[in-house]
């Protein structure tokens, strides 16, 4: 603990200095900024600004102080887009539209916004808490994780689905389906196969998850808005001046903790990231809290807690980055090239070796945690009143936002007539009543276990038995299990009661 607060005196003692704490500030608000734009995320917006920080010759410790910024601030800012327009800012911004956007729609887009943020502020605080802690004994648990560990971590998540989102489960399961079978195409690692490319050499190294997202989510949206307009049932949405009360604050405190706890350690595993963190939290959440039918509708609670967890998450995920020197996420990964590419080699040793990078960023992130705070809280009646906008001028702003935010960073053709295509299918399944989320977590999870089981099944010379073996492995199982049986339980029993 001594050790700890030595760490933390010398690393404040970094991010107070003027220069660094400009940056930080700087850093925050240009990843808030980042994160809003549909479908930019932090792994670009930081992989954008990494040069740039280079070549203006920073310091090891500010250049990665400022990145950090936008890293944590993009995590902030996807709650924007995914809440007024129902576009998910990244993926960890996903289960964010479920019960943001409708609380948009009936009038409290200021409480939702002004809720997401206390949360994200929570959740990224108790994050930092616990990596100045306990990092180094936490990594260290976490690179014990195996590739089966992680194919049935990856099942867990797939279990939750069947009750995560939407009344029917089965429709559920389909659409987490189609997101399996979407993340398949594209030319097999192993084997050099092209799956399901139809002879698109454009498509021969898969769908781009930014395409799938503002196609799926921005360019539905769009088309909804414009049947809507046709057919005369686009109604104007009422002027929000609401904003989130200590009532709110009381009725979410237990979700925002347990997300927390959730999205931090799922975060210290590498490679799985905010996107499997709010999901797993979301779905806890919505069989853990009480009167949980209101979920899907626009509950505070199914808004708290994927926000919470995608921000611990995202704090977990620098863990092991900082203190075994693995990437936690693909935003990490970036950092930790930052890192090399100034000579900072990461892992325990540079607690030691480079205190001043170490704590520094540790320190920053308390600061740029509540900086985002007081950043995002007043601009919450600015944000809420882009909904006063009238839809149809919003419509068109949707449409520029996804083309450019997929040809900014994709920069082909060829991706933005799989958008238009893409959201003709995600208008078609919100027709048949399929909620479009588990799609996009289908998707991305699809990738990990793919993947994972690939990595489990060389290292056994394909012998199944290896996803049996751990400990860690059969208790996730085992919570598998129950997730799927329990529900139906209950509901057997609910039954008979009123019988």
């Keep these: 603990m001594d050790a700890v607060i030595t760490g933390l005196s010398a690393g404040f003692g970094v991010a107070l200095q003027p220069f660094n704490l400009f940056l930080v500030l700087a850093g925050c608000f240009a990843g808030t900024l980042i994160g809003a734009l549909p479908g930019i995320g932090p792994i670009n917006g930081v992989a954008i600004l990494l040069p740039i920080a280079y070549s203006l010759g920073f310091p090891p410790e500010s250049a990665l102080i400022v990145l950090a910024g936008i890293y944590y601030?993009?995590?902030?800012?996807?709650?924007?887009?995914?809440?007024?327009?129902?576009?998910?800012?990244?993926?960890?911004?996903?289960?964010?539209?479920?019960?943001?956007?409708?609380?948009?729609?009936?009038?409290?887009?200021?409480r939702a916004l002004s809720?997401?943020?206390?949360?994200?502020?929570?959740?990224?605080?108790?994050?930092?808490?616990?990596?100045?802690?306990?990092?180094?004994?936490?990594?260290?648990?976490?690179?014990?994780?195996?590739?089966?560990?992680?194919?049935?971590?990856?099942?867990?998540?797939?279990?939750?689905l069947a009750s995560l989102v939407g009344k029917n489960s089965v429709k559920t399961l389909l659409a987490a389906l189609m997101g399996l079978m979407l993340a398949s195409i594209g030319i097999d690692a192993n084997t050099g196969v092209a799956r399901y490319t139809f002879g698109i050499p454009d498509?021969?190294?898969g769908i781009d998850f930014l395409v799938v997202v503002i196609g799926l989510f921005g360019m539905a949206e769009l088309i909804h808005l414009v049947e809507q307009q046709v057919i005369g049932k686009l109604k104007a949405l009422k002027i929000d001046k609401s904003f989130v009360t200590k009532a709110d604050l009381w009725y979410c405190k237990w979700t925002i903790l347990r997300a927390s706890i959730i999205g931090f350690f799922i975060g210290i595993l590498p490679g799985t990231g905010a996107s499997v963190a709010s999901a797993v939290a979301y779905g806890a959440e919505k069989r853990m809290a009480p009167n949980s039918e209101g979920f899907g509708t626009g509950?505070?609670?199914?808004?708290?807690?994927?926000?919470?967890?995608?921000?611990?998450?995202?704090?977990?995920?620098?863990?092991?980055?900082?203190?075994?020197?693995?990437?936690?996420?693909?935003?990490?990964?970036?950092l930790l090239g930052a890192l090399l590419l100034f000579n900072v080699t990461p892992g325990p040793m540079m607690f030691t070796q480079r205190p001043e990078i170490a704590w520094g960023l540790i320190a920053s992130m308390y600061i740029g945690n509540i900086a985002l705070l007081i950043i995002n809280l007043p601009l919450v009646g600015l944000f809420a009143r882009l909904l006063t906008i009238p839809q149809q001028y919003l419509s068109p702003l949707i449409a520029v936002l996804a083309f450019i935010g997929v040809y900014s960073v994709v920069s082909n053709p060829h991706d933005l007539y799989m958008i238009i295509l893409l959201g003709i299918f995600g208008w078609v399944l919100r027709k048949l009543e399929f909620s479009l989320a588990p799609v996009i977590l289908g998707f991305v999870l699809g990738g990990l276990f793919e993947d994972n089981l690939r990595r489990a099944l060389s290292i056994s010379a394909g012998d199944w038995g290896i996803l049996f073996e751990s400990l860690n492995s059969l208790t996730l199982y085992v919570l598998a299990a129950l997730v799927v049986a329990v529900p139906v339980v209950l509901s057997r029993i609910r039954q008979n009661k009123v019988k």
């Design 73 to 110: 601030g993009a995590e902030y800012g996807g709650r924007i887009s995914s809440i007024l327009l129902n576009v998910p800012g990244d993926a960890g911004a996903v289960m964010t539209t479920l019960d943001g956007h409708p609380m948009a729609r009936r009038g409290e887009a200021g």
């Design 115 to 160: 809720l997401s943020a206390i949360s994200s502020f929570v959740g990224g605080t108790f994050a930092v808490i616990l990596m100045s802690l306990f990092g180094p004994l936490l990594a260290s648990y976490a690179v014990t994780f195996s590739p089966s560990d992680y194919v049935a971590l990856m099942v867990f998540a797939f279990a939750s």
């Design 203 to 205: 498509i021969l190294a």
């Design 299 to 334: 509950d505070p609670r199914g808004l708290a807690a994927p926000e919470a967890a995608n921000n611990a998450a995202a704090g977990g995920a620098m863990v092991p980055m900082l203190t075994l020197g693995i990437p936690g996420s693909g935003t990490t990964a970036i």
